[in-house]
């Protein structure tokens, strides 16, 4: 059977009642194979009717967000691990240290992967196109969306990633062809049928814990198709727009539940000539290995267009804004820019993925920019959501972490990211003439060394990072009807 018409998945016999979806809009009738343990599907039509009766869904009513008729604003965090670490019962008190943490800093929100892909991630959902690991959907997404409600959090749930982790879309294209390039996954029939056999596989998924489809789950607030989609080389972002139509489309033909979005960065293009320039505010991350003027337009992205997309809900945003002369002022007109445009759209905007490295004295005053513009904001803010919030015994692999202790000498560390052979790919240079080993050890060191007298940067204001935190989730959850019973 073809990836159109079926989908293999890793079941137990308690799970002969799963249904799932294939693309062209048929729901396939379940057959098990008793020497495999594993569901072949034919077809049926699929209806995106809900069986629930419950109106405790947030809905988009314009440029707002509405629960039960009433305004809905969030402030939340990112923890991208849960799912993964719900699956490893060594690792599982991780998932409840981050979910009752956020809850403790008053967070309302997690945004969350519901996929990993792949033989080489660690515990994946998907091990190959259409074959899905069902201890890790019982014991980790499943965990991870009843965990949610038993703390009143309501989930985001990401369901590919334009990067490499965690398999993304990268692992859809080496599955298909091991040469190709990201533009494959948004224009071949063949992976575009796998990624939306996956995307309904999640949407109906039945929750072994509190027997709640997802697409009934009020739990879930929204589903985000891609984490910061792009196509690099396509400066006209046809293609790209092209996807996203097309992916919204679907998910909300499987479930008009819930709202639907794209995990976008905020790169303008070419339909908003004049505020490309912004885009170099946004993140460094997007600044590419060469040594000429580039031109973020290059990335695919055409953000006015990409938001306006009939079935995306929300306007999103992603800023970690680089230090350097004048970045409050870039920051202020990066974050009025997108709120103009988003208005414009007619979309409330969520600022889903946010935060600012080290020295935490530039952290903190970042993050009361960030939270002081979106609640000022006479545009429809909807809300945000800081990256990241995790368990003190989770690895700081970035630098931007949160972690739920007032004791920043407790803290873990950031952890040196990149070996010497990949920084000296990144730089074109030779790092071992550069002594980088030497570098990264010092940076290392003095991370971990209180100095005997003065300030230390990299520790002293962390009381106030979360003060900061739980400031902008007073504000925001006071004006906002989030007080709801989520669980079902």
């Not at 159109?4 to 396939?28: D, K, M, R, Y």
Request: proline share 5%; net charge negative.
């Amino acid at each position: 059977m073809t990836a159109f018409f079926a989908i293999l998945v890793l079941l137990g016999p308690s799970f002969a009642q799963t249904q799932l979806v294939g693309p062209s809009g048929t729901v396939n009738a379940v057959g098990i194979s008793s020497d495999l343990g594993q569901e072949y599907l034919g077809s049926q039509q699929v209806s995106n009717t809900s069986s629930n009766t419950s109106t405790s869904f947030v809905v988009r009513n314009g440029s707002q967000l509405e629960l039960n008729g009433q305004r809905y604003q969030f402030t939340g965090a990112n923890c991208y691990y849960l799912m993964q670490k719900a699956a490893d019962n060594s690792t599982r008190s991780q998932v409840t240290d981050a979910l009752k943490a956020a809850k403790d800093l008053g967070l309302t929100v997690i945004r969350t992967w519901a996929f990993n892909d792949g033989p080489n991630s660690s515990f994946p959902l998907q091990t190959q196109p259409g074959q899905l690991d069902a201890r890790v959907f019982r014991e980790g997404l499943d965990y991870v969306v009843s965990q949610a409600a038993a703390f009143g959090l309501q989930l985001i749930l990401t369901l590919t990633n334009y990067y490499a982790d965690y398999g993304g879309m990268q692992q859809y294209v080496v599955w298909a062809n091991a040469t190709g390039t990201v533009q494959q996954f948004y224009t071949d029939s063949t992976i575009q049928a796998q990624y939306k056999d996956y995307m309904t596989a999640i949407i109906l998924r039945k929750n072994t814990f509190t027997g709640v489809v997802y697409r009934d789950d009020p739990t879930i607030l929204a589903w985000d198709i891609a984490n910061e989609p792009s196509n690099p080389g396509d400066d006209s972002g046809d293609i790209l727009q092209s996807w996203l139509e097309s992916a919204s489309s679907y998910v909300k033909s499987v479930d008009s539940n819930h709202l639907v979005y794209a995990g976008l960065s905020g790169l303008f293009g070419i339909s908003t000539p004049d505020l490309i320039q912004i885009n170099s505010n946004i993140t460094y991350n997007w600044l590419p290995y060469t040594s000429i003027p580039y031109d973020t337009a290059c990335n695919g992205n055409d953000y006015a267009r990409n938001i306006a997309t009939p079935d995306i809900d929300l306007a999103s945003l992603h800023l970690y804004p680089p230090i350097r002369p004048h970045w409050t002022e870039d920051l202020r007109n990066q974050i009025q820019a997108v709120l103009g445009v988003a208005e414009a759209a007619g979309r409330p905007l969520v600022v889903d993925e946010f935060n600012i490295q080290r020295p935490i004295r530039h952290r903190n005053e970042g993050l009361q920019l960030i939270h002081g513009m979106l609640q000022n904001s006479s545009s429809s803010v909807a809300g945000s959501c800081i990256w990241m919030i995790a368990s003190p015994t989770y690895p700081d692999y970035d630098g931007f972490q949160i972690f739920p202790t007032e004791a920043s000498t407790a803290l873990p560390q950031p952890r040196l990211g990149r070996s010497l052979q990949e920084q000296a790919a990144i730089n074109a240079q030779n790092s071992y003439f550069r002594n980088f080993d030497a570098l990264l050890s010092c940076v290392q060191r003095r991370n971990q060394q209180q100095p005997p007298e003065g300030p230390w940067p990299y520790l002293d204001g962390w009381n106030v990072t979360l003060s900061i935190i739980r400031s902008a989730a007073a504000a925001f959850n006071s004006s906002s009807a989030y007080n709801i019973d989520v669980t079902n």
